[in-house]
């Protein structure tokens, strides 16, 4: 009995920190409650996203790991630190692109290294090999205006790898692209993680999305944002998008609807309402 004790202490002592990690997470706008009480916990090289209805505190959410929102209470631990304030650590990469028009791809995608005092040779040799990573070798030179939406995109991803970030926060950034382009987007995003294994928090509304990405979907309620369930993906990678059409697939997406249709259904009406 003392050997399987003292195995199990032992094991237990050897596991490792999470990577990222929320404890008791509420957030206050005046008297409303955005998100209660999230506890989350992502492990280093995960892919987790976050879906639920709209108002469920997602991006909230992203926001105050990224230091971008004021926390009402709870911690956020990077490697059991905790973060005050945004950091270098974490790269946000926003719904829209938000490139600058007059600064070319390259210069663009610099700003990060810029921001932080530090463009030596090597950092803009290495992010000219995140542009050609991202699928944008020969583009460096362009300007905003002379790119389609999938290519500003895949800009702004460069721009947030360029600060070699830790934890990359993605808040829907295909959700202004075509139905084409963003499961394009979907399959350059997973090759580019594969490369890299960044560990992702990622946000979106699309259910299949979720799953085609993630080692786990995290399923918010309706507000205030709580978590509903964390649903395990048990898909092999690496992905291809004919997955979306197998048994396995649907029924992982059917199941995360299940959990969230009363809710959507009740915002949609009190939204319109």
Not at 73 to 88: A, F, I, K, W, Y
Not at 214 to 228: E, K, Y
Request: glycine letters at 10%; one cysteine or more; charged letters at 25%.
């Amino acid at each position: 009995m003392s050997d399987t004790g003292s195995a199990t202490t032992g094991a237990a002592s050897t596991a490792p920190t999470p990577k990222l990690q929320t404890s008791g997470l509420n957030k206050w706008f005046g008297s409303l409650e955005a998100v209660r009480d999230l506890n989350v916990t992502v492990h280093r090289g995960e892919f987790v996203s976050l879906v639920g209805p709209s108002g469920c505190g997602k991006t909230t959410f992203l926001r105050m790991v990224a230091g971008l929102e004021p926390i009402t209470s709870g911690t956020v631990l990077l490697d059991g630190r905790t973060l005050s304030g945004p950091g270098g650590d974490r790269g946000f990469v926003f719904q829209n692109d938000n490139l600058l028009p007059w600064r070319t791809v390259l210069q663009n995608a610099l700003i990060g290294p810029e921001v932080a005092g530090s463009v030596s040779p090597d950092i803009r040799k290495r992010t000219i090999d995140l542009l050609k990573l991202v699928g944008l070798k020969g583009f460096e030179d362009y300007h905003p205006r002379q790119l389609s939406g999938g290519m500003r995109q895949r800009v702004n991803l460069a721009r947030a790898l360029a600060i070699d970030p830790e934890v990359l926060l993605m808040d829907e950034p295909f959700s202004a692209l075509d139905a084409q382009t963003r499961e394009i987007m979907q399959t350059e995003l997973m090759r580019i993680w594969e490369e890299g294994r960044k560990t992702v928090l990622f946000v979106t509304h699309q259910i299949d999305e979720a799953v085609f990405l993630s080692d786990r979907v995290l399923v918010l309620a309706r507000r205030p944002g709580r978590l509903q369930e964390s649903v395990q993906i048990d898909l092999p990678r690496p992905r291809a998008l004919g997955i979306k059409r197998t048994p396995e697939f649907i029924r992982y997406v059917d199941h995360i609807w299940k959990l969230i249709e009363e809710d959507v259904r009740a915002s949609v009406i009190e939204e319109h309402g």
